[in-house]
C-alpha cells in the first residue's frame, strides 16, 4: 500500500468517515506523502537548482496516480506543488474503495467508512508501535513516521498518548533515516542501466525526500487539530 494510501486510512475517522482535518488539509498532506514516496523510492530526484527531474525509469509504470505526480512534478521546485487536483485524493480513495478496505456511507456517498477493518487497524498498530518502542523500524514505516511527524499528526492521530515523547522518538527516526545504511533503498535489477552510486548517494535520495517533506509541509501550514483549535480559540473570546 502506498503511503498516501495509508494516511488517508489514518485521516478518515472510523465511525464518521469524516477527515480528522479539514478537507484542503487531507488533499495537501496526499499530495506530500505522493511527492515525498516517489523521491524516497528514487521515481523522482532533485536537480542542482533544486528542481524535480525524472528518478529511475519506469518505477511508475502500471500507476496512474504517481505517473500523473510524475508528470507534473517535473521541472517545478517542491513548494510550487502544493495545491493538488481534486481528482487526486479521490482517485485513491476509489482504489481503497475497489480493494475492499473502505466503503461509501448509506446516508452520505460523500463520506467513506472501513469495509474492513483490519488494514488501517494494522497501519494505526504498526505506526504507534514504531513510535513507542526502541527497536528500528523497517523502511516503510521509518517514511510513515516522517510523514506523519513532519506534519504535525502526531496529536491528531495519537490524542491519548505523551505527544512530546512520540514527536521525541519520531524525530530520532527521521534523522536516522538520513544516516543508517538500513534505510537506503534496495538496488533491484530495475536499476539496471543506472550509473552505479555509492551507499552515501543511495542515501542522499532519502535526505532530498525528507528535505522536500520538510518545505512543503511548511508551505501548506498543515494545521493537524483545526476543530480543537477552533474550539479553543471560541472559549477564550468573551
Known amino acids: ?20 482535518v479539514r478537507r484542503k488539509a ?21 536537480d542542482d537548482d533544486g528542481r524535480l527531474v525524472t528518478g529511475i525509469p519506469g518505477l511508475v509504470a502500471g ?5 500523473r505526480v510524475v508528470d507534473e512534478a517535473v521541472g517545478h ?4 506543488l502544493t495545491r493538488p487536483p481534486r481528482g487526486e485524493t479521490t482517485a485513491l480513495v476509489r482504489r481503497l474503495r475497489g480493494k475492499g478496505v473502505l466503503r461509501r456511507g448509506v446516508l452520505r456517498p460523500g463520506r467513506h467508512l472501513p469495509r474492513d477493518a483490519h488494514p488501517e487497524a494494522g497501519v494505526r498498530a504498526r505506526l504507534l508501535e514504531t513510535l513507542t518502542t526502541r527497536l528500528r523500524p523497517d523502511r516503510h514505516s521509518a517514511l510513515l513516521v516522517a510523514i ?4 504535525d499528526l502526531l496529536g491528531t492521530l495519537f490524542p491519548h498518548h505523551d505527544s512530546f515523547e512520540l514527536a521525541q522518538r519520531a524525530a530520532t ?6 544516516t543508517d545504511q538500513h534505510y ?3 538496488s533491484l535489477e530495475r536499476d539496471a542501466g543506472v550509473d552505479e552510486v555509492s551507499s552515501s548517494r543511495d542515501l542522499s535520495w532519502i535526505g532530498d525526500a525528507i528535505d522536500v517533506l520538510d518545505v512543503m509541509a511548511g508551505v501548506v501550514q498543515l494545521v493537524s487539530l483545526p476543530f480543537r483549535a477552533i474550539r479553543f480559540i471560541g472559549d477564550l473570546l468573551p
Open 77 to 80: 521546485r517542491p513548494s510550487e
Open 148 to 151: 506523519v511527524y513532519e506534519l
Open 184 to 186: 537506503a533503498p534496495t
Open 173 to 178: 527516526i527521521v534523522s536516522d533515516l538520513r
Open 26 to 46: 487531507a488533499r495537501q498532506a496526499v499530495r506530500i506523502a505522493l511527492v515525498f514516496e516517489l523521491l524516497a523510492d528514487r521515481a523522482l530526484g532533485l
Open 63 to 67: 500507476d496512474p496516480v504517481r505517473s
Open 1 to 20: 500500500m502506498l503511503l498516501a494510501e495509508e494516511l488517508i486510512l489514518l485521516l478518515l475517522d472510523d465511525d464518521t468517515g469524516r477527515w480528522l
